[in-house]
RNA sequence: GGCGGCGUCGCCAAGUGGUAAGGCAGUGGUCUGCAAAAUCACUAUACAGCGGUUCGAUUCCGCUCGCCGCCUCCA
């Protein structure tokens, strides 16, 4: 079995095979810092953390690149996001970005989301897009005029390859409002000269100004992973037309592939609707953590697959609760077992066991090997687990080491791979004494028929209820 | 208007050219001091509709209906 990935560029799925050898290098579209992160941002970076996970699981080295967008962009109004941020909170720019970056980062701590191996910000990496810029001035692919700098869409003929569209087609049906200055009603803007009020600005060959939105990926994302990247990944919203043109400037900058696989993720829905900042229908993901576990959130995220649309509901979220506490349940159970478990070897279902955790394996990697099958990989972890739990129910001398092997291959699929924390190790093992003298202690009150005794210990034991 | 996607049991959600995983909810057993957990069994006329291709389609093609995304900042 080989790992395929749908790729956006081919619409269909490919086997991955990275430019260099053992190495993957990937780049994913990170947040624009000027408020907290919502479910959408969940959903979003939580997939690309199952990618970035699963390609590690596979051996490979992941150099694993996101930035994080601090120059603020032009909404309708004509007001640049950081900037309203910074009024709204009565801070400066880079007071307010530092803020949300922080919140950003511990929002991806609590669901258990790795750290990328770099966070670039916009703001630290002006020169390069100045210099960026400047050589597609230089090839001939952009144009300045009045202070500002375009690039010209017909000097780059395959533009529109990744979105599947012609830029005659949309012209007609073009709303925004188009700057007399552009030569094409398509050219997107490069560098933006700056009013003498605009706060973020920064000198350039051009004047004072300050850069577009797109060309801040292309700078970045070509600094830290070279001219071609293998995977390139974003939510589907942003495929046209931010991820046409950082193809655009990227290729014509270099003459080269600028990505080899371009992943992107669906949308979370609330009532059928997208949940975006501009809707203003999200729910940030501080909120729901006030009402949902990390790791519920996580398991409600990966029950549906990265390239589906979510729809957001208490329903849908609780039962996915629920269910998770299954495989929660089984794992503490293992683990408990594990403790008591002897040495000497009397059962006779070793073997038999062994090829069982051998298929469930082959099936769970299989799910993920065809393009990240999420859902497909849980429904084998509960298949696993209702397996075990029958298993366990029915021996009666289970052996260390076919309790170990049950162990880890539960932790390194549901823990290492998926991520999802299936018990809270930490709490166990500092209060492990303890807690055993309390059961001892219950189990002695329960032969003696103490049972209010008995009863009351479990409303003393922080978690674990199922280990009674 | 252009481009793309979706419509599977009450809810969530995989999947396949030969009538369909799993989870939640529900019902009934086992276990238990009660409960929880676990487990077993059960349950449902579930593949939007209409045509076409095919020996055979939920899976391929066409049309219709419904929903969604992008075309403008957005994970």
């Given at each position: 079995?080989?790992?395929?990935?749908?790729?956006?560029?081919?619409?269909?799925?490919?086997?991955?095979?990275?430019?260099?050898?053992?190495?993957?290098?990937?780049?994913?579209?990170?947040?624009?810092?000027?408020?907290?992160?919502?479910?959408?941002?969940?959903?979003?970076?939580?997939?690309?953390?199952?990618?970035?996970r699963?390609?590690?699981y596979?051996?490979?080295?992941?150099?694993?690149?996101?930035?994080?967008?601090?120059?603020?962009?032009?909404?309708?109004?004509?007001?640049?996001?950081?900037?309203?941020?910074?009024?709204?909170?009565?801070?400066?720019?880079?007071?307010?970005?530092?803020?949300?970056?922080?919140?950003?980062?511990?929002?991806?701590?609590?669901?258990?989301?790795?750290?990328?191996?770099?966070?670039?910000?916009?703001?630290?990496?002006?020169?390069?897009?100045?210099?960026?810029?400047?050589?597609?001035?230089?090839?001939?692919?952009?144009?300045?005029?009045?202070?500002?700098?375009?690039?010209?869409?017909?000097?780059?003929?395959?533009?529109?390859?990744?979105?599947?569209?012609?830029?005659?087609?949309?012209?007609?049906?073009?709303?925004?409002?188009?700057?007399?200055?552009?030569?094409?009603?398509?050219?997107?803007?490069?560098?933006?000269?700056?009013?003498?009020?605009?706060?973020?600005?920064?000198?350039?060959?051009?004047?004072?100004?300050?850069?577009?939105?797109?060309?801040?990926?292309?700078?970045?994302?070509?600094?830290?992973?070279?001219?071609?990247?293998?995977?390139?990944?974003?939510?589907?919203?942003?495929?046209?037309?931010?991820?046409?043109?950082?193809?655009?400037?990227?290729?014509?900058?270099?003459?080269?592939?600028?990505?080899?696989?371009?992943?992107?993720?669906?949308?979370?829905?609330?009532?059928?609707?997208?949940?975006?900042?501009?809707?203003?229908?999200?729910?940030?993901?501080?909120?729901?953590?006030?009402?949902?576990?990390?790791?519920?959130?996580?398991?409600?995220?990966?029950?549906?697959?990265?390239?589906?649309?979510?729809?957001?509901?208490?329903?849908?979220?609780?039962?996915?609760?629920?269910?998770?506490?299954?495989?929660?349940?089984?794992?503490?159970?293992?683990?408990?077992?594990?403790?008591?478990?002897?040495?000497?070897?009397?059962?006779?279902?070793?073997?038999?066991?062994?090829?069982?955790l051998?298929?469930?394996k082959?099936?769970f990697m299989?799910?993920?090997?065809?393009?990240?099958?999420?859902?497909?990989?849980?429904?084998?972890?509960?298949?696993?687990?209702?397996?075990?739990?029958?298993?366990?129910?029915?021996?009666?001398?289970?052996?260390?080491?076919?309790?170990?092997a049950a162990y880890q291959l539960y932790d390194k699929l549901g823990s290492e791979i998926l991520?999802?924390?299936l018990?809270?190790?930490?709490?166990?093992?500092?209060?492990?004494?303890?807690?055993?003298?309390?059961?001892?202690?219950?189990?002695?009150?329960?032969?003696?028929?103490?049972?209010?005794?008995?009863?009351?210990?479990?409303?003393?034991?922080?978690?674990?209820?199922?280990?009674?």
């Amino acid at each position: 079995m080989a790992l395929k990935i749908y790729n956006t560029l081919t619409r269909r799925k490919e086997e991955f095979i990275p430019l260099h050898q053992g190495e993957v290098r990937m780049y994913v579209c990170g947040p624009t810092v000027y408020s907290d992160a919502h479910l959408g941002h969940a959903k979003s970076y939580i997939s690309f953390d199952i990618i970035v996970r699963y390609l590690i699981y596979l051996g490979y080295r992941v150099k694993y690149v996101q930035n994080l967008t601090d120059v603020g962009h032009l909404l309708d109004t004509g007001e640049d996001r950081i900037l309203m941020g910074a009024k709204r909170e009565k801070l400066d720019p880079m007071e307010l970005v530092e803020n949300y970056i922080r919140r950003y980062f511990e929002d991806m701590d609590a669901l258990n989301v790795l750290a990328p191996n770099i966070s670039p910000r916009a703001t630290a990496h002006i020169l390069e897009q100045i210099e960026l810029i400047e050589l597609l001035l230089q090839k001939g692919y952009a144009y300045k005029i009045n202070g500002s700098v375009y690039f010209d869409i017909t000097k780059f003929p395959s533009y529109g390859k990744l979105s599947g569209r012609k830029i005659e087609d949309q012209v007609a049906g073009a709303r925004v409002e188009i700057r007399d200055e552009k030569q094409h009603p398509a050219d997107f803007v490069l560098w933006v000269k700056a009013t003498p009020e605009h706060i973020m600005q920064w000198n350039s060959p051009w004047g004072k100004g300050y850069p577009g939105w797109h060309i801040e990926c292309s700078a970045m994302a070509m600094k830290y992973l070279g001219e071609t990247l293998d995977i390139h990944g974003g939510g589907m919203e942003n495929m046209f037309p931010h991820h046409e043109c950082e193809i655009a400037q990227s290729e014509a900058a270099t003459g080269k592939q600028f990505v080899r696989y371009w992943v992107h993720n669906n949308m979370i829905l609330v009532n059928g609707v997208k949940m975006s900042k501009s809707l203003g229908n999200f729910t940030i993901i501080r909120d729901a953590l006030n009402k949902y576990s990390p790791e519920q959130i996580r398991f409600f995220i990966l029950t549906t697959h990265y390239r589906s649309p979510v729809d957001f509901s208490d329903a849908a979220i609780q039962g996915a609760g629920e269910g998770m506490r299954k495989l929660q349940t089984t794992f503490e159970r293992l683990s408990e077992i594990l403790r008591y478990a002897q040495n000497d070897n009397k059962e006779t279902g070793t073997l038999k066991i062994n090829k069982l955790l051998d298929e469930y394996k082959q099936k769970f990697m299989e799910a993920m090997d065809d393009d990240f099958n999420t859902p497909l990989a849980i429904g084998v972890l509960f298949d696993l687990s209702r397996e075990l739990n029958a298993y366990l129910d029915k021996e009666t001398q289970v052996s260390k080491q076919t309790i170990t092997a049950a162990y880890q291959l539960y932790d390194k699929l549901g823990s290492e791979i998926l991520g999802l924390t299936l018990y809270s190790k930490h709490t166990l093992m500092e209060a492990d004494k303890y807690i055993e003298l309390l059961i001892e202690i219950r189990n002695d009150l329960r032969s003696i028929k103490q049972w209010e005794l008995a009863d009351k210990i479990p409303n003393f034991l922080p978690s674990s209820p199922s280990l009674l």
